[in-house]
T-cell receptor, first 115, second 116 residues
Framework: DAGVIQSPRHEVTEMGQEVTLRCKPISGHNSLFWYRQTMMRGLELLIYFNNNVPIDDSGMPEDRFSAKMPNASFSTLKIQPSEPRDSAVYFC?????????????FGPGTRLLVL | AQKITQTQPGMFVQEKEAVTLDCTYDTSDPSYGLFWYKQPSSGEMIFLIYQGSYDQQNATEGRYSLNFQKARKSANLVISASQLGDSAMYFCAMREPGTGRRALTFGSGTRLQVQP
C-alpha cells in the first residue's frame, strides 16, 4: 500500500514567492496533520484536519500560512509570501482517526529553502 | 514545562549490543499514548512502537521494546542487538486525547550512532 505522499520533495524559492506543498494521505485515514521541523524548534504541529475539517490550527505561524483539505485524499499547505525563516522540512502525516488506533504515519517531507 | 524530555542528545553503542534511549513525559491526562519514531539521515519519520497509558504490558516490536514506568512517567526505548542501520535520530512523542489535542508533541530527539 502507498504511504503518505508529499510533493515536491525539495523546493528552493526566493523570498516573497508563493509556495504550495501538497499531501496525499493514506487511503481511509480520517486525520491529517502538518508538522514543521527546524533545528531551533524541533518538530511542531502546524495544523490538523479531521474528516477534512480543520480542528486545530494554533500552530500556524501567521497569516502567511494557510492550509486546505478539499477532500479526503488531498491537502495543501500554502505560504504566501515566503520568508527565509520559513526554511524547514514540512511533514504531512495521517492516521486512521479511530479511537485506539491513532498511530500517525508520516510522509517523506518537503525540504523548503527560501533564499 | 516540557511535555516530552529526552535528556540524551547523542548516544553511542557497539554493534550487537543493546541500548536504552530515555524519555520522560508530563501530562495530567489519564489517557495518553506514547510513540517512538526513527529519523535516519534520509529524513523520513518512521514509526517504531506505541504504548497506551492503560496497557498492562510493555510494548514490543521485533528488536524494539518500550520500558514503560507509569509512576515515574518514563517511556524508554530499548533496542536490542544494535545494527549499523539503527544509526539515526530517535524521537519520543506523546498524544493526549483527553485534552482534545490529537496531534503529537515531540521531544528534542536523541542521535544514536552504532559503531562496528
Amino acid at each position: 500500500d502507498a504511504g503518505v505522499i508529499q510533493s515536491p520533495r525539495h523546493e528552493v524559492t526566493e523570498m516573497g514567492q508563493e509556495v504550495t506543498l501538497r499531501c496525499k494521505p493514506i487511503s481511509g485515514h480520517n486525520s491529517l496533520f502538518w508538522y514543521r521541523q527546524t533545528m531551533m524548534r524541533g518538530l511542531e504541529l502546524l495544523i490538523y484536519f479531521n474528516n477534512n475539517v480543520p480542528i486545530d490550527d494554533s500552530g500556524m505561524p501567521e497569516d502567511r500560512f494557510s492550509a486546505k483539505m478539499p477532500n479526503a485524499s488531498f491537502s495543501t499547505l500554502k505560504i504566501q509570501p515566503s520568508e527565509p525563516r520559513d526554511s524547514a522540512v514540512y511533514f504531512c502525516a495521517s492516521s486512521p482517526g479511530l479511537a485506539g488506533v491513532e498511530t500517525q504515519y508520516f510522509g517523506p517531507g518537503t525540504r523548503l529553502l527560501v533564499l | 514545562a516540557q511535555k516530552i524530555t529526552q535528556t540524551q542528545p547523542g548516544m553511542f553503542v557497539q554493534e550487537k549490543e543493546a541500548v536504552t534511549l530515555d524519555c520522560t513525559y508530563d501530562t495530567s491526562d489519564p489517557s495518553y499514548g506514547l510513540f517512538w519514531y526513527k529519523q535516519p539521515s534520509s529524513g523520513e519519520m518512521i514509526f517504531l512502537i506505541y504504548q497506551g497509558s492503560y496497557d498492562q504490558q510493555n510494548a514490543t516490536e521485533g528488536r524494539y521494546s518500550l520500558n514503560f514506568q507509569k509512576a515515574r512517567k518514563s517511556a524508554n526505548l530499548v533496542i536490542s542487538a544494535s545494527q549499523l542501520g539503527d544509526s539515526a535520530m530517535y524521537f519520543c512523542a506523546m498524544r493526549e486525547p483527553g485534552t482534545g489535542r490529537r496531534a503529537l508533541t515531540f521531544g528534542s530527539g536523541t542521535r544514536l550512532q552504532v559503531q562496528p
